[in-house]
């Protein structure tokens, strides 16, 4: 039981140290490469973030604890926004969201904490439907995203990285991401084991892995201050922009994107 524990933690103490040292320097690169502003920077961002989140769900369905599965993603979408509010308080910048400019981004953000918590509360089942309901909401997001969002400024650049490297970015992203999979996979495995040693309920378990699986997140929204610091000045407010749609873009690919398809993976092997 101590055993599983300890790998539990561990595994996300790698995955912290996987995006700060790899996914993040390889988004980064990409982003330089290819001009991207600070918005789409922080959707590369929220996007890799969820991997872990991908990784336990899917492994869930093999491990027969899906249902921990479920409340990993409504956990991690709240405990995500409540890492990002203690990020921005840790900066001192709190008052950016009070900017006209972040209400799409903070309504998004809101909504994929709620529907999660309704397919839990009304006991919505896996279906076909169902995920193609989820997936929709995504396409939905990203469509009113693009009307409302046009192309910004190049997101600046970290002052330790001079010239940004496409084939070193995909390189050290690809890595981070094989890194957060394989330590997801070992989550998974460790909760499936606690949950038949101490017969734990599968919302419990949820909360936990939550909390382990969104150190990614908090790791990357510390990074993404960190990076805008030295060009930060009165009413700058692009890191907030970038954090917050790391946040966003995350817990929107948690119930659009990872849940339908481990839904789907579910309905095949079930």
């Not at 996914?23 to 890799?48: E, H, W, Y």
């Not at 492994?59 to 899906?66: D, E, I, L, M, Y």
């Not at 390189?171 to 394989?182: E, R, T």
């Amino acid at each position: 039981m101590i055993t599983n524990f300890i790998i539990l933690i561990g595994s996300g103490t790698v995955v912290i140290g996987a995006v700060k040292y790899l996914l993040m320097p390889g988004i980064v690169n990409i982003g330089i490469s290819l001009n991207v502003s600070c918005k789409a920077r922080g959707q590369m961002t929220g996007l890799a973030t969820s991997i872990p989140e991908f990784t336990v769900l899917v492994a869930g369905v093999f491990a027969g604890v899906f249902d921990a599965g479920l409340w990993n993603i409504a956990s991690s979408n709240i405990i995500n926004w409540l890492l990002f509010i203690l990020t921005i308080f840790l900066f001192r910048q709190q008052l950016d969201l009070r900017n006209k400019k972040f209400v799409d981004e903070i309504t998004f953000g809101l909504l994929s904490v709620v529907i999660p918590l309704l397919v839990l509360f009304f006991q919505i089942k896996s279906s076909v439907t169902s995920a193609l309901l989820l997936f929709g909401f995504f396409i939905i997001y990203r469509i009113i995203d693009g009307l409302i969002n046009k192309s910004a400024k190049p997101a600046p650049i970290p002052p330790e990285i001079e010239n940004g490297s496409l084939w070193k970015g995909f390189m050290f992203l690809i890595i981070g991401l094989g890194v957060i999979m394989l330590s997801g996979s070992f989550m998974s495995a460790s909760t499936g084991l606690l949950v038949m040693q101490l017969n734990i309920p599968a919302w419990a378990i949820g909360w936990i892995l939550g909390l382990v699986s969104s150190m990614s997140e908090f790791a990357s929204f510390i990074e993404i201050y960190r990076m805008h610091k030295p060009n930060h000045k009165k009413n700058y407010n692009r890191d907030t922009q970038e954090a917050l749609d790391a946040l966003v873009s995350s817990n929107i690919s948690n119930i659009g994107l990872i849940l339908p398809i481990a839904m789907i993976i579910y309905l095949i092997v079930s």
